[in-house]
T-cell receptor
Framework: NAGVTQTPKFQVLKTGQSMTLQCAQD?????MSWYRQDPGMGLRLIHY???????DQGEVPNGYNVSRSTTEDFPLRLLSAAPSQTSVYFC??????????????FGSGTRLTVV | GDSVTQMEGPVTLSEEAFLTINCTYT??????LFWYVQYPGEGLQLLLK?????DKGSNKGFEATYRKETTSFHLEKGSVQVSDSAVYFC?????????????FGQGTILTVHP
């Protein structure tokens, strides 16, 4: 099992450029989410999805778009990159099972620098 | 809204010292609580979790007990090693319609010296 795969691992963008961060999971998890990690602020939720075709905003959604056309994929699009979006981005997938079982799996992250 | 507060870092200890990292939370209902660890240059790994009051999560010598009366989930280890040097995050999942979302504390940097 690959788990949660994020690409690319590193990216440098110029201000105003657009790009898509890819996230794929092979565990058939129903939930997927995107976080950004900034020093001293922990991880903050950008967008999440409770299933194919259903997405919602998290704590810091401005400047980012998502869609979920399949269970496996949850790409994050930066529409017009800004230096404030320099961060490390993590994708996660999760499940809930009857009886209270929980599981979250994180990808290895994408380090994005906007100059 | 939901929130998690961790003790200020960084924390610096000598090998074999006792570790406590405090974590308190605010949430409606009955959240599940987690500790994640991030080693340098890597992603997040689940360290331990607890899903209901008085549950104790444990893994690799680390322990944390879900205390509903004090809304806390403090992380402890009796004897730390150099290899425990990492960033530790406390997190909660509120459940219900929020199963897919985690709320994180700001993280605590732990450095253990030989």
């Amino acid at each position: 099992n690959a788990g949660v795969t994020q690409t690319p691992k590193f990216q440098v963008l110029k201000t105003g450029q657009s790009m898509t961060l890819q996230c794929a999971q092979d565990m058939n998890h129903e939930y997927m989410s995107w976080y950004r990690q900034d020093p001293g602020m922990g991880l903050r939720l950008i967008h999440y999805s409770v299933g194919a075709g259903i997405t919602d905003q998290g704590e810091v959604p401005n400047g980012y778009n998502v869609s979920r056309s399949t269970t496996e994929d949850f790409p994050l699009r930066l529409l017009s990159a800004a230096p404030s979006q320099t961060s490390v981005y993590f994708c996660a997938s999760s499940y809930v099972r009857t009886g209270g079982g929980y599981g979250y799996t994180f990808g290895s992250g994408t380090r994005l620098t906007v100059v | 809204g939901d929130s998690v507060t961790q003790m200020e870092g960084p924390v610096t200890l000598s090998e074999e010292a006792f570790l406590t990292i405090n974590c308190t939370y605010t949430a409606t209902g009955y959240p599940s609580l987690f500790w994640y660890v991030q080693y340098p240059g890597e992603g997040l790994q689940l360290l331990l979790k607890a899903t209901k009051a008085d549950d104790k999560g444990s893994n690799k010598g680390f322990e944390a007990t879900y205390r509903k009366e004090t809304t806390s989930f403090h992380l402890e280890k009796g004897s730390v090693q150099v290899s425990d040097s990492a960033v530790y995050f406390c997190a909660l999942s509120a459940g219900g319609t929020s199963y897919g979302k985690l709320t994180f504390g700001q993280g605590t940097i732990l450095t253990v010296h030989p």
